[in-house]
């Protein structure tokens, strides 16, 4: 990163704070490449301010060795910090701690793309819920969680590549969420075996499966009927999040194609696999990068 790459001079200390968000982006990879070679270089480092945001307050609602209360604490703390970055009131150098590092980078990031605080106070508030809330009763339970913990990370990045537009937020909103969803569907095993279940009850009891199933880490008939349908309706999300692949321009687009490429991709397995995700989970490699690339680059609108 360079003082022309955020458009105007750049302190040592905010040069050193975006190279700390950097490396925490670097280091916790998952489904979706974060601060990515692919993207516009001057978009890196504020992707990798916001992410570094968010990976560290989603660490803090992670189960662990902290309390309930103490996990609420921090995430409260993280709340303030944000309002204060944002109002000026933090300090704007000498930061010595990764934490002062971070806010120090997503302040400058949010005034330089005039990014909307309300969405990062919507990752905070899924963030919240994940410590107490292990069980989603409908759809709408599920989906409501997933618009504050999914739609702000394709908002923001929409954002910051300069994008306002309502379509590209509904069709970037429903490809957060296939993605979101899809994770979910992989990690079954593993949520599970932490006490939570993002699969909707209602859907659960209307196909009469059972959760001692889970227990024992096998998915019968009424299970395989439960995901099947799951999988359906995160195909299309999918199916509607190709409008965003195609609209944006440049490095972004191939970006976005191939994180709707890999998702999906990741979804294809847990179906050919029977959703059974206690044996394996399903992941991608990197034998899968040639073809999504290629895959990518030939992308044909549907």
């Known amino acids: ?41 001057a978009m890196r480092p504020h992707v990798a301010a916001v992410y570094a945001f968010a990976r560290m307050a989603d660490d803090f609602a992670d189960e662990g060795i902290r309390s309930v209360e103490e996990r609420h604490r921090l995430l409260d703390h993280w709340r303030a910090r944000l309002r204060s970055c944002v109002s000026g009131s933090a300090p704007a150098a000498a930061a010595d701690s990764p934490e002062d590092r971070v806010f120090l980078a997503l302040g400058h990031t949010i005034c330089a793309r005039r990014l909307p605080v309300s969405l990062f106070e919507d990752l905070l508030s899924a963030f919240r819920q994940d410590v107490t809330i292990t069980r989603y009763p409908t759809w709408d ?44 569907w992989q990690d079954l095993a593993r ?40 999988a359906s309706r995160t ?10 692949c195609a609209r944006v321009r440049g ?12 998702g999906s991709r990741v979804l294809e397995r847990v179906q050919r696999k029977g959703f059974n995700v206690f044996a394996r989970r399903p992941a991608l490699g990197t ?12 992308w044909k609108p549907e």
């Open 287 to 298: 034998a899968d990068v040639p073809g999504l690339l290629w895959k990518a680059v030939t």
């Open 141 to 184: 339970d599920v989906l409501d969680y997933c618009r504050r913990s999914a739609h702000p990370v394709g908002r923001l990045v929409l954002r910051i590549a300069g994008y306002e537009d309502r379509l590209l937020d509904r069709s970037s909103d429903a490809l957060c969420t296939a993605l979101q969803l899809t994770n979910f």
């Open 1 to 41: 990163m360079t003082a022309e790459e955020l458009r105007g001079p750049v302190p040592a200390e905010l040069d050193h704070a975006y190279a700390t968000c950097t490396r925490l982006a670097r280091r916790h990879y998952e489904n979706f490449p974060v601060a990515s070679w692919l993207l516009p270089r």
């Open 235 to 244: 195909w299309t999300l999918f199916a509607d999040g190709r409008t965003v």
């Open 191 to 230: 949520d599970w075996q932490r006490g939570r279940l993002y699969v909707p009850t209602s859907l659960v009891l209307r196909h009469r499966a059972r959760f001692e199933d889970l227990d024992e880490g096998r998915l019968g008939p009424a299970w395989l009927a439960v995901m099947r349908e799951a």
């Open 251 to 262: 490095r972004l687009r191939l970006q976005l194609r191939l994180t709707w490429l890999g």
